[in-house]
């Protein structure tokens, strides 16, 4: 396991379209990474230094969309000359057509089970289909504007999509109702995502603002205002702790769902970041721009990876212990114990760094039930000065011994979880010095010697 967290670094680029990137996707077996573009173009990049990339002609106006279906077999591409392809990604290039709306196709996705497609138009609709022989199924119409972009759940019962009405809708795939909209952007919306765990939703804007909706209970969670012009997409890391955006300021910026603050900013891009796109697993992620160029960087910061240290704990405990002993356990003190409350989970917003509104989408503390296993250990009365108890002719319960073992093991994990923390905290302090420092060298050299 990684110890210290490392900077997102640049990996390769690829040059081959010739006009603006419009959008990206990883093939889910991390051999190729397609790509659409204004050119009317679609390319599938091989990660195979002695294979060529694919250039797939069929489309007669720009794409506007790509992604990969679940098994990686197939590319769908939504374009400007409303129509939709499916392409098998490999050297023959061949595709299949069909004319899905009236206007400019402006997103495709996938079902997670790869049965379905969705697609968004600019003739205000959404529409969804079978992906074998392309059946349309239904429509869905409430928005008043272009629909810029769809998406399905996790789980493929429901969908999101944003529109240049300013409205983030919110559908139930199997009543083909609206369930809500939420209505907070303050300008048009250019790209919609669902959270890993399906419980909440991003969007972004031409408010320059990305926001996130907890979708059970319809609450803004948070509402970062990080850029300086329109973000024009943005992706969820596989562990749901991150999500990366692309903006017409020409940066990309990676924020700390967590911590509710911005991580990292990256300038590669010369003039307009158009979008990006996380690998499944989360270890990449791609960027595409107005400068024609794809770049694949590689993600490090996730390298601290939570479940790898909850397998290390479960393989020590899995390992034969002696049987405990009185002896083990220390003498209980004849005071009695002074309960400390557990903090409560925040519930209001706290504003964060560079004008971030967070309400923490994780709560590091134990939960109720922890707190009721760990209440036994109070609960005993102390013993009476001068009696003898034999304890050594008394067993641990299976049941008990169990219990003990997983509060032990939680308690390992959130010592694991301060540590890296620390790390954290130490970085940070070490880059403030550094910029203390530089300050302070700066003012040197400006002061005006007498």
């Known amino acids: 396991m990684t110890s210290v967290l490392e900077d997102p670094t640049l990996e390769r680029h690829f ?17 190729q990474l397609a790509s659409g573009s204004m050119d009317s173009c679609l390319m599938v990049w091989n990660f195979k230094p002695q294979m060529r990339a694919y250039r797939f002609v069929g489309h007669k106006d720009a794409v506007m969309s790509v992604v990969f279906s679940p098994s990686g077999h197939l590319v769908a591409s939504a374009s400007r000359d409303k129509t939709v392809r499916l392409w098998i990604p ?7 057509v069909f004319k899905a709306h009236t206007a400019t196709v402006r997103s495709v996705d996938f079902s997670p089970d790869g049965q379905a497609l969705l697609t968004s138009s600019d003739d205000k609709s959404i529409k969804v289909w079978t992906v074998h022989r392309q059946k349309f199924q239904f429509s869905l119409n409430q ?44 300008g048009f919306v250019n790209s919609v995502a669902f959270h890993p765990s399906g419980t909440c939703i991003a969007a972004a804007g031409t408010d320059s603002t990305v926001k996130v909706w ?9 509402h970062y205002q990080v850029h300086t012009a329109a973000v024009n997409g943005l992706s969820f890391h596989s562990s749901g702790n991150y999500l990366i955006t692309a903006s017409n300021d020409s940066t990309l910026k990676i924020l700390d769902l967590l911590e509710g603050r911005l991580f990292y900013t990256l300038h590669g891009h010369q003039g307009p970041a158009t979008t990006v796109a996380f690998s499944r697993a989360g270890d990449f992620f791609a960027s595409g721009g107005s400068d024609e160029q794809v770049m694949v960087w590689k993600t ?7 479940s790898e240290v ?13 049987p405990p002993h009185i002896h083990d356990i220390p003498p209980r003190s004849p005071h009695t114990v002074r309960q400390v409350p557990r903090p409560a989970v925040p519930q209001t917003a706290a504003v964060g760094q560079n004008g971030a509104v967070s309400h923490s989408l994780a709560d590091f503390s134990l939960t109720s039930a922890d707190v009721a296993m760990r209440e036994p250990e109070h609960a005993a009365p102390p013993p009476s000065v001068g009696a003898t108890q034999p304890l050594e002719r008394q067993t641990i319960p299976p049941q008990l011994a169990n219990t003990l073992e997983h509060i032990v093991g939680q308690l390992d994990v959130i010592t694991q979880t301060v540590s890296i923390l620390e790390q954290r905290l130490s970085m940070t302090e070490n880059k403030l010095r550094e910029a203390l420092d530089n300050q302070q060298k700066i003012t040197l050299q400006v002061r005006p010697t007498d």
């Open 300 to 306: 490090n910061f996730d390298q601290v990876d939570y």
């Open 214 to 222: 907890d979708i059970r209970t319809n609450r803004l969670l948070q």
């Open 143 to 186: 928005h008043m504007n272009w629909v810029r972009c769809a998406r399905f759940s996790p789980d493929g019962r429901m969908i999101v999509s944003g529109s240049d009405d300013k409205t983030v809708k919110l559908w139930d795939r199997n009543t083909k109702e609206c369930v809500h909209t939420f209505f907070e952007h303050g």
């Open 15 to 31: 040059k081959g379209h010739r006009d603006t990137v419009t959008s990206l996707d990883f093939n889910p077996n991390m051999k």
């Open 310 to 322: 909850l397998k290390s704990h479960k393989a020590q405990n899995e390992q034969p212990q002696p």
């Open 90 to 96: 490999s050297v023959k290039g061949e595709s299949t």
